[in-house]
């Protein structure tokens, strides 16, 4: 591990080029904002990238250098390349933390690593947000109130379709009356894994104190503690290597170093 | 639900075609000796489906029918189409159980679901098993003892590249000097995953009778207890239905009435 | 385990017999309201029992014909006795189901489970409350909409002091801004437990057809499917009965036949 | 938090006083010898507290200054003053680590904070155990090899009645026959809590390379991230405090500024 946290940001980049709405919010794109509010942070070493690069700016360099990535995507999840989505998922596995921003719910790698459907309802009004912490002494909690308040956000509502997070740190209550687990916590083989709500591009969510508050804080958390070298890997133990003396008995299948079937 | 569990026993079906060792212990097939063990239980009503039939046997309305799918595939995982596999994806999260036998650990349908590497370590010497129950009292384990063995597997040792089971059941001790969690559950959506071990084919462990009793317990455990229709819908809640009366404030992205991006 | 579910609704039945404004909601006693909503499903056969009763009604003999056991107190949570809690929750670990209603957050019992502070924020100001469904095939959600109301109930926010649910089935949406996990799930030992927030004594919460629905269904998602005989037990495996022959070695602390240290 | 991890090592002290086995493995106490093993590592700083000292050593003071508490007892369990379990209770709960070690599993803080029996089969026998790591990408699994061995153990069998853990860390595999989870990790409140196997006292376990590393990762894993102020406290929000504007209706309970009952 380096001495800084090495977070990567990456950015969809699509609404931002194509939307006067959005542009007049984030006229250096989403990710340039989100990385901006992280590099406050003395102990976060911060870069950007974005779908319109190649490899989507996640070459195996990029990643092999990325402690944490965060992702934010909407519109154009299924632009995002397969191969880049094994990588990233690998990665995970082995150790590197991941923040999924608000739309990114519907993310490839999300879905990847949730295994669910991770559908949840909507509504674009506007209204009021209020994040309660269900955690006060959780690290990503660490600096916030009892909660806080987004004056304008788009709704998520329960059912998400999600597995039962290692830990629910934020609740959403909403104006219209809806609720909603905004904070969620999963570990996925070493990699930790972190999903939060805000971040509608039509509001400027990512100035708010609090939302860089959370965003650094789940960075740290989820920076690696530890690497599972090569975690696909299925390795063979020969019957001369086991622990214990044992004799092969029987019919086997494979032949003597034979790769397992995949 | 019908009176009866209804359970649909999946198959690869090709060693037992192929390999003379594997026709020897199961000349019907693998699927066929399952499905006789489970049917020997009065409360199950059980068909077989194979990679062969059209749509591998599990066409949407084989499926609707299901209420408990066990998946047995080891050299073939690839064939499997992915359009069959987003089927039964959504059927296990709309309520139908899973239970995942020995090699269908890399079953297309388990990594989906689990969302890891789903890889072991394993070792083919027709060692002696010894799995042990870490819960006496669950569902799952009623009616065996403190142990059972089988005297010939082969052996997968952890680390197993899993999610944190909800709760594991069966622990296995294995004569080379490996350990392994060996009866796993997990919840995705409404329906419920079991991952058990044991099931080497070139061994007769679907004729054991403490192997037949976990299969029956395991159908019985992961039946559906309800329904999520539509799992994988996302739906728009326009601000004139919200619960709580409110007025639309603030820019949109999305037109009334379009539906999500995915 | 019997044809029917036997359950024990325990009452602390205090505030029923001291204060007017109770005691005109629930004239027989909340408990005795609790049964009846819940001796209207076939399946289930529903007895009584208090905290003035011997032992609180909770004696061996009724806590061994006992399936699963709902608890209401508020006020006199001290005057349970330990022996009596002692006795609950070895039966939870065997296997017994147990409900916990509202108030009940502060119960020995539960806090002796949970193992935390059990502690929330709470108001009484008879606001509206709406009960978001998280799970809609999970079996204790069976027949509710996506939501219910509770025109007027006690607040109880976040934090709760919990450990992390297995699920969590259901998250309130309150009048004055707050949140709260409504209803939650875990497994100790044998036993599923299952936290019910609605309840509060000054309104008529048990009479609400969903609140009703909800028991109902808790119920019987909370029977056992099994038991943990003897769940307290620690034995003492001798060497001449080890499943691997081995010869002991080395000092002893214990002498052959001794009682393992508590 | 300071610059290093505060660790408080308790040890009973009861065996290394009465028993001469026991005292010629370790001469200065077993807590003595656990404490020198963590304070190899620079990062940690490290004191002692013993039964019988007052308050066992652990006043508010010393809780207070102690990031991390370990637990080593056996035969004394009974002695430990409620009063000073509440007291651990109350810190783990607002954010202080606890690693409790081998026969700790029957101490009334982890029992506390378990909620459950911690019961286990077990065998003096001085046999072989493997600790196989089941997540090599865990902080506490930090620098282990895929399993370590220790030459002579006590045994621990399945089922071991705890509470399905966070992350099962290690599996032991042991020479007569049995398994254990031997390294389980839990939330509880802000504080993490880790169960480490081995450390029977007849046996110089804590002297080995393996066991002295776990113990070092296993602290700073457990070091607190965050604070849970006054965890056991159950505000009352007025409902002029309310966040969203509301007016009380229908009867109360309680008096205005009235405590909740407990």
């Given at each position: 591990?380096?001495?800084?946290?090495r977070?990567t940001?990456?950015?969809?980049?699509?609404?931002?080029?194509?939307?006067?709405?959005?542009?007049?919010?984030?006229?250096?794109?989403?990710?340039?904002?989100?990385?901006?509010?992280?590099?406050?942070?003395?102990?976060?070493?911060?870069?950007?990238?974005?779908?319109?690069?190649?490899?989507?700016?996640l070459t195996k360099a990029v990643l092999d250098e990325t402690d944490?990535?965060?992702?934010?995507?909407?519109?154009?999840?299924?632009?995002?390349?397969?191969?880049?989505?094994?990588r990233?998922?690998e990665r995970?596995?082995g150790g590197m933390?991941?923040?999924?921003?608000?739309?990114?719910?519907?993310?490839?790698?999300?879905?990847?690593?949730?295994?669910?459907?991770?559908?949840?309802?909507?509504?674009?009004?506007?209204?009021?947000?209020?994040?309660?912490?269900?955690?006060?002494?959780?690290?990503?909690?660490?600096?916030?109130?009892?909660?806080?308040?987004?004056?304008?956000?788009?709704?998520?509502?329960?059912?998400?379709?999600?597995?039962?997070?290692?830990?629910?740190?934020?609740?959403?209550?909403?104006?219209?009356?809806?609720?909603?687990?905004?904070?969620?916590?999963?570990?996925?083989?070493?990699?930790?894994?972190?999903?939060?709500?805000?971040?509608?591009?039509?509001?400027?969510?990512?100035?708010?104190?609090?939302?860089?508050?959370?965003?650094?804080?789940?960075?740290?958390?989820?920076?690696?503690?530890?690497a599972?070298?090569?975690?696909?890997?299925?390795?063979?133990?020969?019957?001369?290597?086991?622990?214990?003396?044992?004799?092969?008995?029987?019919?086997?299948?494979?032949?003597?170093?034979?790769?397992?079937?995949?």
């Amino acid at each position: 591990m380096s001495d800084k946290i090495r977070v990567t940001v990456w950015g969809e980049n699509v609404h931002e080029q194509k939307n006067e709405t959005v542009r007049k919010v984030y006229p250096e794109g989403m990710h340039a904002c989100i990385a901006k509010g992280l590099a406050e942070d003395q102990e976060l070493k911060v870069r950007t990238a974005t779908l319109q690069e190649p490899e989507h700016g996640l070459t195996k360099a990029v990643l092999d250098e990325t402690d944490v990535l965060t992702w934010w995507g909407h519109t154009a999840h299924k632009q995002v390349e397969d191969a880049v989505v094994d990588r990233i998922q690998e990665r995970v596995l082995g150790g590197m933390g991941l923040i999924v921003l608000h739309s990114g719910h519907f993310s490839k790698i999300f879905k990847r690593l949730m295994g669910t459907s991770c559908a949840l309802k909507w509504r674009e009004a506007g209204e009021r947000e209020r994040l309660w912490v269900c955690n006060p002494g959780h690290a990503i909690a660490r600096g916030l109130g009892e909660c806080f308040e987004l004056p304008q956000t788009e709704m998520y509502g329960e059912p998400f379709g999600i597995p039962n997070p290692d830990e629910v740190v934020l609740v959403s209550w909403f104006e219209g009356g809806e609720v909603f687990r905004s904070g969620c916590c999963w570990r996925r083989g070493a990699g930790q894994v972190f999903y939060f709500r805000p971040g509608h591009e039509t509001y400027p969510i990512y100035y708010d104190q609090n939302v860089k508050l959370v965003l650094k804080n789940a960075v740290k958390w989820a920076r690696p503690e530890g690497a599972w070298a090569e975690p696909l890997k299925a390795p063979n133990v020969p019957t001369e290597q086991a622990r214990e003396k044992i004799v092969a008995k029987g019919p086997s299948l494979h032949k003597p170093g034979q790769q397992g079937f995949r």
